[in-house]
């Protein structure tokens, strides 16, 4: 299972940006997509998630400014961010809990980083 992400940038505080992420590869079933990000000197932490049943989870530091929406038909997932602040700024990585054709069980896998930078 291959993910690839899309949409980062330079942004200046209180712009959007919007960032996706596609899973290809013999991919079974998808039961969770999402984000997370790591600014420098700091833990990976969860962005944003959306299960195949469509229930979300946010990052109480994006709530009413991130949205995160998939089509779970094609495997891919978006992350809508409005009012950007520096604290921001990080790499943003896309993950999907899947299962593959002939491989038993759900296993994660993960996109390389896509850079969010929010600086004037």
């Known amino acids: 299972v291959q993910l690839q992400a899309s949409g980062g940038g330079l942004v200046q505080p209180g712009g959007s940006l919007r960032l996706s992420c596609a899973a290809s590869g013999s991919i079974l079933s998808i039961n969770d997509m999402g984000w997370y990000r790591q600014a420098p000197g700091k833990q990976r932490e969860l962005v944003a998630r959306?299960?195949?049943?469509?229930?979300?989870n946010y990052a109480d530091s994006v709530k009413g400014r991130f949205a995160i929406t998939t089509n779970y038909a094609n495997n891919t997932v978006w992350l809508q961010m409005n009012s950007l602040k520096p604290e921001d700024t990080a790499a943003y990585y896309c993950y999907a809990v899947a299962a593959r054709r002939g491989v038993l069980g759900f296993f994660d896998y993960w996109g390389q980083g896509t850079l969010v930078t929010v600086s004037s």
């Open positions: 959306i299960t195949s049943g469509g229930s979300t």
